[in-house]
């Protein structure tokens, strides 16, 4: 018996499945499955009112196309949207396993590394992403059609606080710094929780991380000063010295319903940028060179200083690279048992 390599391409999903095509890439290796076709234009009138009408109507879509069968545990995605700001060259909604994403930096720059590479975007030197976090504006770095890096502006980041203690069940007090980034954070030393972040130990820092987040959400209100979607604790970013030469640190960043980012965390290394700071450790014109879990690097900076809502902050520039890494058609037809997916850790 023997398959024809002529029959497969010629297949067409009955007209009843629903069909959503997508570009895959990563940064820095963290996943980012772009949406292309096959999702209906999301309505609001603002990035946070789109953001409100997929939680509560796209959800089941969101674990269709994050979990298994049709992703992982640890899958991230994008929906480009149209912009919601006269300036603005696109919106965008990002997803995982958990939910709805407020911000992402290695989603920024995976995004525009696709957008300009596959023709979403037409060519252009600065593109203005309306993001639920606010504006983000990038910057590719192009050779000829591959674009080589994205620097992003994300939104002013802060200090909440320096040194704070919670006990947390299990582990015993941690000390811990809350900043925001795009999201809020807790950031922990790794060494004092009694941990290395090393992929070895990518399982210890899951379960670790998780009950700090857990602890801190029950030890404080989480408030941002000016949008109460955004006031909530994405994760825990343990913290420590880097062990490649060349970076100034390493960061693990545990969110979601634990989920490890691959990637050093953009909106992770812009709430660092703030810590290091306010810590009188970065100045203007410096940069920070952090390392993920598996080596690979962003670079932060400041690239202003700013007095925002009360706090002293800084407009944080990230800077990464990515690559496309495939294009698929994925199919759910209306029989499939696990048309919303399921996850197993």
């Known amino acids: ?67 298994e069968p049709r992703g992982h545990a640890d899958m991230y995605g994008a929906i480009p949207t149209e912009p919601v700001t006269p300036d603005g060259d696109a919106g965008v909604l990002f997803m995982h396993n958990e939910g709805w994403s407020t911000m992402c930096g290695h989603g920024v720059i995976a995004l525009v590394t696709v957008a300009l590479e596959v023709g979403l975007l037409s060519e252009r030197a600065v593109v203005r992403l309306d993001t639920p976090a606010g504006r983000v504006t990038a910057r590719p770095r192009r050779e000829g059609a591959r674009v080589m890096s994205v620097a992003f502006e994300n939104v002013p980041s802060f200090v909440v606080s320096l040194d704070d203690r919670v006990t947390v069940p299990g582990v015993g007090e941690v000390r811990y710094d809350l900043a925001f980034g795009g999201a809020f954070y807790a950031f922990v030393d790794a060494a004092n929780a009694g941990l290395e972040m090393t992929p070895e130990r990518f399982r210890d820092l899951i379960a670790v991380g998780s009950a700090i987040k857990r602890a801190v959400i029950a030890a404080r209100e989480i408030r941002h000063p000016v949008e109460p979607d955004l006031s909530f604790l994405y994760g825990t970013i343990f913290t420590g010295p880097a062990l490649g030469s ?100």
Request: glycine share 12%; proline share 7%; net charge neutral.
């Open 246 to 345: 060349g970076a100034d640190s390493r960061n693990v960043c545990v969110f979601a319903e634990g989920e490890v980012d691959r990637s050093p965390t953009g909106t992770g290394v812009s709430a660092r940028v703030a810590i290091e700071r306010a810590r009188g450790r970065l100045s203007p014109g410096g940069s920070f060179v952090v390392e993920s879990i598996i080596g690979t690097r962003f670079t932060g900076r400041i690239a202003r200083e700013t007095r925002w809502e009360g706090y002293d902050a800084v407009v944080p520039e990230v800077e990464g690279s990515a690559w496309i890494t495939g294009r698929s058609e994925i199919l759910i037809a209306p029989d499939d048992p696990l048309a919303e997916g399921f996850i197993l850790r």
């Open 1 to 67: 018996m023997s398959f024809s390599s002529d029959q497969a391409p010629s297949w067409r999903p009955p007209p009843s499945w629903r069909r959503v095509l997508t570009v895959e890439s990563h940064a820095a290796g963290e996943p980012l499955r772009v949406f292309t076709g096959g999702i209906d234009p999301i309505p609001g009138a603002t990035i946070l009112e789109k953001r409100r009408f997929a939680r509560e109507r796209l959800d089941g879509l969101r674990r269709g196309l994050m979990f």
